[in-house]
């Protein structure tokens, strides 16, 4: 068995019991492949650097799993027939337990402000 993660932008117009639907596909196709779910993340509504297919925004869900080779390639195939997919992401790696989240990058430039507000003052 091999760990896998896969990530899906699921259509904003979605409701959340579709959003449900979608995991609990995606769930059923990897356990009827032998393997197993390790974790489900549901990273929520967000703004994508860019349209696809005229959406600028997506729901995002990242699921964990163990499973062998056959399921990620019959995931990918059921995750492209599906209209509600925006756009998935399917790789084969480790399961990192807890994922650290990036911090925002407006801090470190609040950070320098005051700096430059007392260097000014002194001068």
Not at 20 to 35: C, D, F, L
Request: charge should be neutral; include cysteine.
């Amino acid at each position: 068995m091999n760990a896998y993660e896969t990530v899906i932008i699921i259509d904003p117009a979605t409701d959340d019991a579709g959003i449900e639907r979608e995991i609990v596909k995606v769930s059923n196709t990897i356990k009827s492949h032998s393997g197993e779910i390790v974790n489900v993340s549901r990273w929520g509504k967000r703004k994508m650097s860019y349209a696809i297919n005229n959406r600028n925004e997506g729901y995002y869900v990242c699921l964990q799993f163990n499973s062998p080779s056959a399921a990620p390639k019959e995931l990918d195939r059921q995750l492209r027939l599906d209209e509600s997919v925006i756009r998935h992401l399917i790789i084969r790696g480790h399961i990192q337990e807890n994922v650290p989240v990036a911090a925002p990058a407006a801090a470190p430039a609040a950070a320098e402000a005051p700096e430059k507000k007392e260097a000014a003052a002194g001068a």
